[in-house]
């Protein structure tokens, strides 16, 4: 209990910061109307090709005996997939939307 209560008291501005963030972020995404919601949050997703770089950028140059590195890796690159994929699902949905019928 006495580790926990160092690592709090050491690191006690992350944790501010961390707390404040989550209260903004909920302030800021409980703004943001509903109409404008899945064109920001399908372009939110596609951005997530960073993750996928970044991933393999790491998986590169990870040791080849390290296999819960090389998981971790595997894992964060298919995630990282999906979800760009599902931003531009999203958005083609929402185009569709806006397209005149015959």
């Known amino acids: 209990m006495s580790e926990v209560l160092t690592f709090f008291g050491a690191n006690k501005e992350i944790i501010y910061f961390v707390v404040l963030s989550i209260f903004v972020g909920i302030e800021v995404i409980g703004g943001v109307p509903t109409v404008l919601h899945t064109p920001l949050m399908s372009g939110a997703n596609a951005i997530h090709g960073v993750v996928i770089v970044g991933a393999i950028h790491v998986m590169l ?4 005996s390290n296999i819960v ?15 760009v994929v599902g931003g531009f ?12 019928k015959k």
């Open 89 to 100: 699902v999203v958005t083609d949905r929402m185009l569709e939307m806006f397209k005149k």
């Open 61 to 64: 140059n990870v040791d080849p």
């Open 69 to 83: 590195a090389l998981l971790l890796g595997v894992l964060a690159v298919i995630l990282g997939t999906l979800n």
